[in-house]
């Protein structure tokens, strides 16, 4: 690799964490709710546990081919045509994953805070920030990623903190309110909010310590995993299901209805919502990095800096698609839950596959040398 | 080309930031607001003088597009900008702070909509700090309002609910003299009411929760005007479902909140002293509510339990003596009684009423799942329900402390 390797440990999981904690955050209590009713916590949880099984095959197949992302070894794996044409999808994938989550963050700030301004240019400066922040090479990513992480899990765990003041426990129960396949329903697309994670294959080669990605990958989803159940649980705590099925993001109104003791914030969305652009800013900048090396390796080019705006107009015009926001919230959803299969079975395939090749080669050389 | 040439670099620069010097598409200048600070709604009591002030703003014909809701009428209190005073001003100012605006219309946005007809700056929501129903508003359903208020993403779910006895442009109309601003002070009086122990904590975005909740029904603080000049808190409005169904008074907002677990105590109450016709001023100063839930033969049933502690206050005559544990002994146990009486009391009126305000609902939801989702599974069941509820109260109250004086 042109690139040393310098990315600790520390950095790996910082960057997991900021790119995981993205739009998402918003209607995650909505689609707990969903799924789950009163159960949602559970949902959450089996949710995270999905999504933690997904990165940590990923993991093993980056700590088995410590060089290479998953572009470059699924060739390897799968052989060159169909290792290329499933890169392609989920290059695509992550195309379209950036372009929704820059989508709904327009749509949130167009509906809560700016009214005036239009969707479009909302949009396009969020790409055109992450379009200009990806010129630069890997270690300037790990760096951007770890000076924003404080700055978002910080605010986060305060006004969890101070929304318990009006916590009502009873809503909570019982643990187990919807039948099954709502249950799963949910639990898919809360897995489906942890997508980001698929980083983790570009991050690995440059790992100081590749060994250490394992480490690197549980703090990352375990963080990640523990904001996101204590959210879950303090809006239905604060709200009760049947409010937040009325709420788009109870998030959002989660930081709306706290206070900070002493009248110092009436309300905390302002913070909130200042966190929340840093932490889609770092979401959608990871994704778009993503789709931008990959395409770089894919095509075996030198230089990545000029696909970055040659893909913008491409993302751009897939985040202009949907045609309302239910509309938006819809394929999010279905993109979701079908992205499962590209981001967990995609690389649980390669690694069976791989896992099987290698048990094979070794049984040859051990049958070569007797 | 230009990587190479700084100055050409500097000039491309300087242009492409030429856009951003007209600001924000947001931007507004805050002498342009008509800042809304507290919204009364009522009933439009004549129709037809009315339906000519209303005036169709928002129709697009006359006959056919006209929706069915009765037409409220909306008083709203707007800032003056430049005239909130900020910090202590010396001497009286002159002029008024606020400006009280009165429109009417089907829904709160349409009559939202007409009043922006009449004031020149747009109209901003963000500081609204209460909203005040009528009694007659708030017993014909509040859902109506709520769609709005959720809707619009300047409201704040900490904003205070009430009801009134009056007409609440009445409200709006009025100038306490403890705060300049009104309709600050009327705010804080809701506000402050629950930091006193004499409210439960009730807002609006609470209110909305517990009216979305299927088993319990939500309440709100009922003002009343005395003597013209001054608001008091003259009960508690329960409901049911999103209508108002009654009020209680001022001490069974007490009770209220001994039930429902809120440990802040502030009422005080006259206890009968045994034996003797004189009677002592007893103060709750904190509770702690234990509230059980079972199914008796699958019929529900709740078991609650009260601990007081309490303090004496005052006594009426100088022929009682509070000099011996016994007497405080046996003015605790009349008071145990009393207030159970009156818990059961406060119930049984709720009950008639179908108004859940306890929240029981929501244990026998949490607790017993299984019935719930085969007999009750809606707001409207669980009200039925609720009538035919049993119920054990146990009070235990104690009294520790008499105050400053031995005799």
Known sequence: ???????????????????????????????????????????????????????????????RHPKKTIITYGEDIVGKWIGKMCSMIVIFFFVILSALAAREFG??????????????????????????SVRYNINTFAYIHNFYVPAILGPVLIIVAFSLKNANPIYLRPLIEKDFISMVKGMLTISGLFQGSFIVTMVIPFMKNPKKAKKASFWGIFITGGVYLLIVIATIAVFGTEEIKQIFWPTLELART??????????????????????????????????????????????????????????FFLAMLPQNILQLYDVIQIAGRVGLLITILYPAMLLAIDLFRSRRRREKSVAQES | MWHKNPSLRLIIIFFLLFPLLSGCWDSQEIE??????????????????????????????????????????????????????LGPTQGQSSQNSVLIVQVVGHTIQDAMLNLQQQVAYETFLGHLRIIVLNEKVAKKGTQRFNDFLRRNPQIRRTASLAVSKEPAADYMKLVPELQRVPSLYLADMVDNLSALGRF??????????????????????????????????????????????????PLEIGFFMAIRGIGRGGYSAFIKVPGKDEFVLVRAISRKTKVKVNLKDGKPHVDIKVRYESEIEEKTSKNVYINDSNIVGKIQNEASKEIAKSLKKLIAKTQKAESDIFGFGEHFRAEYPKYWNKEIRTKENWNRVYKDLTYDVHVDSRIHRVGMKAK
């Open chain 1, 1 to 63: 690799m042109e690139h040393p390797r310098e990315i600790t440990t520390v950095q790996a999981s910082m960057i997991l964490i900021s790119t995981i904690i993205g739009v998402g955050v918003l209607p995650l209590p909505l689609f707990a709710v969903q799924g789950g009713g009163t159960g949602a916590p559970l949902v959450t949880f089996a949710g995270i546990i999905l999504a933690a099984i997904g990165l940590f095959i990923l993991t093993a197949l980056g700590i």
């Open chain 1, 107 to 132: 749509e949130v700030v167009v509906s809560a805070v700016l009214r005036e301004t239009p969707l479009e240019v909302t949009v396009i400066v969020m790409l055109l920030i992450a379009c200009l």
């Open chain 1, 258 to 315: 706290t206070a900070l003791p002493g009248n110092i914030l009436q309300r905390l969305d302002v913070i909130f919502l200042a966190v929340w652009v840093t932490a889609v800013f770092t979401t959608l900048f990871s994704s778009y990095y993503f789709t931008i090396y990959s395409i770089k390796q894919m095509a075996k080019l030198k230089d990545h800096r000029m696909i970055s705006f040659f893909i913008l107009p491409f993302v």
């Open chain 2, 32 to 85: 342009q607001r008509a800042t809304v600070l507290a919204i009364g709604i009522d009933q439009a009591s004549n129709k037809e003088e009315h339906r000519q002030s209303e005036g169709g703003i928002t129709h697009l014909d006359k006959n056919s597009s006209e929706p069915k809701e009765e037409l409220i009428k909306v008083t709203a209190q707007i800032a003056v900008p430049g005239r909130i005073p």
């Open chain 2, 200 to 249: 439960p904590p009730s807002f609006i975005g609470l209110f909305w929760s517990i009216l979305s909740s299927k088993g319990q029904d939500p309440y709100l603080p009922f003002l009343t005007i005395k003597d013209k000049r001054s608001i008091q808190l003259s009960g508690l409005a329960y409901f049911s479902g999103d209508r108002m169904a009654g009020k209680t008074s």
